[in-house]
C-alpha cells in the first residue's frame, strides 16, 4: 500500500509557523536585553534622547518595531504561500459536525 | 499655547471633567457621539440581520459563513484584542510608570504574526475539513472525543464569563463618566435606586445607582446588537470599533504634542525632576489623601514644597516610608538638591477630619470670634491650625484658632465630640457689619484642618532623581526591584505575542476568513494597525503625565486628557474610541459563550437533529441570557477586576494554546494527550493565581503572583505542553483515518 504523502499546506503551515516564533524570539532577545543594558537603573543625566525619547526606547523598542514591520511585510507577501484551503462539508456544520456523518 | 487652557484650569479648580464640559458649554459633544455612534451600530447589526435569514444560520451567526475579508478580518482581530484594557489601564500604567511601557507593550510588535501567523492558516484549513464553527468543536471533529468538546466549551464559557464582567464594568463606568452630568441622567438614575438596594442585601459595598444606570445602558446597547445580529454584526461594528479608536488615538496624539510643546521639553524637564524618599514617624493615627501632606526642604537660603504622591495610612507610633515630589515642578540645579539642609512638615491634613462649627459670638471691634466646634475623632489642634471662612459676608475675612483645641474621647466610638475654641479674624473683619449683631447668621466654612502637623516627625529622607520614569525598571511603590524587572519583562513579551495566539476569539476569526491572500493581507494590516496605536499610546501618556500632573485617579488619564486637550466635537470623537474598545471585546466574549453552549453542548451532545429553526431561537435566547447573567454579575463585580482580565488572558492561553498548537501539527498527538494539556495548563495558571489570592508569591495590594519573578502564564503554559507531550506519547497513537484525514493529501501523487 503506498503511503500518503503529507498534505502541503500542513507542511506550510508548520514552517510558516516556527518562522513565525523564531521571530518573535529575535525581538523578544533584541529587545529586552538592549533595553535592559541601555535604559535600565541609569541616571537621568546619562540618558541621551533622540526627539525627545530615551536613546533606549528608540532603538530598544521603536525601531525594532519598524524593523518588524519591514519583516512583517516580507513574511506575508514573500514567504507565506496562497493555497487552496478548501470547502466546508455542508452536512456537516448545518447538523452537528463530522459526528453527523 | 491654546491647549494648555483647559489643563491648567483643570488643575486650578480641581474639577471633574464632565464639570468641565458644563463651563464650556460643549456636554452635549460626547453624548451626540455616542448617540451616532450607537446608531450605526444597530444600523449594522440589522444588515447582518437581513443577510442571516438568507444563509446557513449556524454558519452565518457564528462564523460570518467562513467570509470574512482582508478588512474585516484585520479590524475584527486588532478591535477584539484592543480591549477596554488599551485605553484605560494601559493609559494609566504610562502615566504612572512613564517610558518602561514602551518595553512593556513591545511585544505587539510581533503580535500579528506570532498570533495569526502560529494557528492561522492550519485552523482554517482543519475547520473546513471537519464543518468546526467553534474552537471546542475543533478538538471533538480532530480527535473524535465528544468529552473533550464539552471540556473545553465548559472552560471557555467559564474564563470568558469572568472576563465580561470587568468588561461590563468598564463599560458602564465610561457611560457613566460621560453622561452623568447631563440633564436627565441623575434622573434616571434615581428611577433604578432599587436595583442598588437590592444589593445592598447581599453586600456592604452595593454600587451606586448612576453606575447602574450606566451598566443597564451598555450591556442593553452591546446584547441586543450581538443577539440580533450575530457574529457578521460582531465582525462590521468592530471595524467600525477599530477605525474609531485608530482615528481617535491619531488625533490625541497630535492634540497632545502641541499641549505640551513637543516631547523634547517633557523628557528634558522630566531628566531635572526629583523626588524625595521620606521616612515618617507618627504621633497619631493618619489617613491622607494624595497632596495632601506637604513637606518643606531647605537648601541655604531656597525652599521647595513636597507632596506626597499617593494616599498614606498610617497607626500611631509608627512609621512609613513615602515617595515625595517636588511640587514646584522641575528643579533647576538638581544636584544641589539632593543634599537639604532640612525636611519639616509643614501641612498634613487628614481625609477623615471633618470639624462642624456653630458661631456663638463674634466682636468685629476686637476681632475675637467664639465657636462651639464639634467631630467625630479624636484630635488635638495646637494654636493656627485651623482655619475657618464664611460664606456671603462682604468684607471677606479669615479666622485661625488663638489657643490649642482638644476633641478627647470619653467612651462610645460613635459619640460625637465637641469643645469651645477661640478665634481672632484677619484685619478685614472689623468693616463687618452682622444683622443685629448676631453671630449665628454667619456661614462658616472650614477650610483647613491641620490637625497632624505636629504628630508627625521626618526620621529621614533621601533625595534622587525620579529616573524611574525615564529608565527601567520603573517605579513600584511596593516593589523593591521597580515595576519592570527582567523576569516581568520577558513573561510580558510571552504573555501578549504567544498568549494571544491561544485566545479562542482569535481563533474563531482565523477560521473564519475567506482566503489565505486575504489572510496575509490582514496580518500586515494588524502590524501597521498596532504601531499606529500602541506607540502613539505610549507618548501621549508619558506627555499627560506633565499635562496634568496630579490625577487622583491614573485610570482616568484617557477621558482627562482628551477634555484637557482636544475641542468639544473632536473630544466626543476620541472618547468614543475606549467605548468602541470595551464594546468589540464585550460582543465577541458573548458569542463565543453562547456559540459554546448552542452548538458544543445542546446541537452536538444532546440533539444533533435539532431543526435550523430550533437552533436560531435558542442562539437568539443564549445570547441574550448569557448578556443577562453577566450583566447581573457587573451590578456588584468582584475586586481585583483588572487582575481578573490578566487572569482570563492567561488562562485561556495556558488552556487551549499548547493543545490547539500540536492538534494541529503533531501526527501522533491523542485525545488523552490533548485532555492532559488542556487539565495541566488550567490548573497550573488558575491554581497560581489561588495561591495568589492567599498570599503566596504576591505583593501587598497585588494578587498577582509572581513565583520565581515570572507570571503564572509561563508556568501554564510549560505545564500544558510538556502534559500534552508526555500524555500523548503513554497514550494509543491515533487511528490511521484521523491521520490521513488532516495530515495527508487527498490522492497519492502518480
Known amino acids: ?101 | 499655547m491654546r491647549a494648555e487652557w483647559p489643563a491648567s484650569r483643570l488643575l486650578e479648580t480641581g474639577s471633574s471633567a464632565p464639570a468641565l464640559f458644563a463651563d464650556a458649554g460643549f456636554r452635549a459633544a460626547p453624548a451626540i457621539a455616542f448617540l451616532l455612534y450607537t446608531a450605526a451600530v444597530f444600523v449594522v447589526a440589522i444588515f447582518s440581520h437581513r443577510l442571516l435569514r438568507k444563509r446557513s444560520f449556524l454558519q452565518e451567526y457564528f462564523l460570518g459563513s467562513r467570509g470574512l475579508g482582508v478588512w474585516a478580518l484585520a479590524m475584527t482581530y486588532a478591535a477584539t484584542s484592543a480591549s477596554g484594557g488599551s485605553f484605560t489601564g494601559f493609559p494609566a500604567l504610562i502615566y504612572e510608570h512613564g517610558w518602561i511601557l514602551a518595553l512593556w507593550i513591545a511585544s505587539y510588535m510581533i503580535v500579528p504574526v506570532c498570533c495569526m501567523g502560529i494557528l492561522g492558516k492550519r485552523i482554517n484549513q482543519v475547520a473546513r475539513k471537519s464543518g468546526a464553527i467553534t474552537v471546542p468543536d475543533v478538538f471533538r471533529d480532530r480527535f473524535r472525543s465528544p468529552a473533550l468538546g464539552i471540556l473545553a466549551s465548559l472552560l471557555l464559557a467559564f474564563f470568558m464569563a469572568f472576563n465580561l464582567v470587568a468588561q461590563f464594568k468598564a463599560g458602564a463606568i465610561i457611560i457613566e463618566r460621560l453622561f452623568r452630568d447631563l440633564p436627565g441622567y441623575a434622573s434616571a438614575a434615581r428611577l433604578i435606586e432599587w436595583i442598588p438596594q437590592t444589593f445592598s442585601v447581599f453586600s456592604s459595598s452595593p454600587p451606586e445607582a448612576s453606575y447602574c444606570l450606566g451598566l443597564l445602558v451598555f450591556a442593553g446597547a452591546v446584547i441586543a446588537y450581538t443577539a440580533y445580529g450575530g457574529f457578521r454584526a460582531v465582525v462590521w461594528t468592530d471595524v467600525l470599533q477599530g477605525i474609531v479608536m485608530l482615528v481617535g488615538v491619531l488625533l490625541l496624539l497630535v492634540f497632545t504634542l502641541r499641549a505640551v510643546g513637543g516631547l523634547d521639553v517633557i523628557t528634558d524637564l522630566e531628566k531635572s525632576r526629583l523626588r524625595a524618599t521620606v521616612t515618617l514617624v507618627a504621633g497619631a493615627d493618619f489617613d491622607v489623601l494624595h497632596d495632601d501632606l506637604v513637606l518643606r526642604a531647605r537648601f541655604g537660603d531656597r525652599t521647595w514644597e513636597l507632596r506626597n504622591e499617593r494616599k498614606i495610612s498610617l497607626a500611631r507610633n509608627t512609621s512609613t516610608t513615602v515617595v515625595f515630589l517636588f511640587a514646584d515642578g522641575p528643579v533647576p540645579d538638581p544636584d544641589a538638591a539632593r543634599a537639604p539642609d532640612s525636611i519639616d512638615v509643614v501641612q498634613a491634613r487628614d481625609s477623615r477630619d471633618r470639624i462642624r462649627v456653630e458661631p456663638l459670638a463674634f466682636d468685629p471691634r476686637t476681632r475675637r470670634f467664639s465657636a462651639r466646634l464639634t467631630c467625630d475623632r479624636d484630635l488635638s489642634l495646637p494654636p493656627g491650625r485651623l482655619r475657618v471662612s464664611f460664606d456671603g459676608v462682604d468684607p471677606a475675612f479669615t479666622l485661625t484658632n488663638e489657643n490649642g483645641i482638644s476633641f478627647a474621647r470619653s467612651g462610645a466610638e460613635e459619640e460625637v465630640l465637641t469643645a469651645e475654641a477661640s478665634f481672632i479674624a484677619t484685619p478685614d473683619a472689623s468693616a463687618v457689619a452682622l444683622p443685629g449683631n448676631d453671630a449665628r447668621s454667619l456661614v462658616p466654612q472650614v477650610e483647613t484642618v491641620d490637625a497632624l502637623t505636629a504628630n508627625l516627625r521626618v526620621d529621614s529622607s533621601r533625595i534622587e532623581p525620579r529616573h524611574n520614569l525615564i529608565s527601567g525598571p520603573g517605579l513600584h511603590p511596593e516593589q523593591g526591584d521597580g515595576f519592570l524587572p527582567f523576569g516581568l519583562a520577558f513573561s510580558f513579551f510571552v504573555m501578549w505575542a504567544i498568549s494571544g495566539a491561544g485566545q479562542p476569539t482569535t481563533m474563531v476569526r482565523l477560521m473564519a476568513f475567506e482566503s489565505t491572500k486575504v489572510y496575509r493581507r490582514a496580518m500586515f494590516s494588524v502590524c501597521i494597525y498596532y504601531t499606529l496605536i500602541y506607540i502613539p499610546l505610549v507618548v501621549i501618556f508619558v506627555a499627560a503625565r506633565h499635562l496634568l500632573p496630579n490625577l487622583d485617579r491614573p485610570d482616568m488619564a484617557m477621558a482627562e486628557t482628551v477634555l484637557a486637550v482636544a475641542p468639544g466635537v473632536l473630544a466626543g470623537v476620541i472618547l468614543a474610541a475606549p467605548f468602541a474598545a470595551v464594546m468589540s471585546t464585550v460582543d465577541s466574549f458573548l458569542l463565543a459563550i453562547s456559540s459554546s453552549v448552542v452548538r458544543d453542548v445542546y446541537q452536538r451532545s444532546i440533539n444533533p437533529r435539532a431543526s435550523e429553526q430550533r437552533i436560531r431561537r435558542l442562539s437568539y435566547a443564549t445570547t441574550l441570557l448569557v448578556g443577562l447573567i453577566v450583566m447581573f454579575g457587573a451590578f456588584n463585580p468582584p475586586r481585583f477586576l483588572q487582575t481578573i482580565i490578566v487572569l482570563t488572558t492567561a488562562g485561556l492561553a495556558c488552556t487551549f494554546l499548547a493543545p490547539m498548537f500540536f492538534t494541529l501539527y503533531w501526527k501522533r498527538m491523542t485525545s488523552t494527550g490533548c485532555m492532559a494539556g488542556i487539565v495541566a495548563g488550567f490548573s497550573t495558571c488558575f491554581g497560581l493565581y489561588v495561591l495568589g489570592w492567599l498570599g503566596a508569591f504576591s505583593l501587598p495590594d497585588d494578587v498577582t503572583p509572581h513565583p520565581a519573578g515570572v507570571l503564572p502564564v509561563i508556568w501554564g503554559l510549560a505545564a500544558s505542553i510538556a502534559a500534552t507531550i508526555v500524555g500523548s506519547l503513554l497514550s494509543r497513537p491515533p487511528p490511521e483515518d484521523l491521520v490521513t484525514l488532516y495530515f495527508k493529501r487527498a490522492e497519492p501523487r502518480p
Not at chain 1, 506550510?12 to 516556527?18: A, G, K, Y
Not at chain 1, 525581538?27 to 541601555?38: E, K, N, P, R, S
Not at chain 1, 514573500?78 to 455542508?90: A, C, M, T, V, W
Open chain 1, 1 to 101: 500500500m503506498t503511503e500518503l504523502p503529507d498534505d502541503p499546506l500542513y507542511r506550510n503551515s508548520l514552517r510558516e509557523s516556527l518562522v513565525a516564533i523564531g521571530a518573535w524570539a529575535v525581538c523578544g532577545v533584541y529587545a529586552i536585553t538592549y533595553c535592559f543594558l541601555d535604559g535600565y537603573g541609569r541616571d537621568p543625566a546619562e540618558i541621551t534622547t533622540v526627539f525627545g525619547v530615551p536613546r533606549w526606547v528608540v532603538f530598544g523598542v521603536f525601531l525594532p518595531w519598524l524593523a518588524a514591520n519591514v519583516f512583517s511585510a516580507w513574511y506575508c507577501f514573500r514567504f507565506i504561500r496562497d493555497e487552496d484551503l478548501g470547502e466546508p462539508p455542508e452536512a456537516a456544520s448545518a447538523e452537528g459536525g463530522s459526528d453527523a456523518r
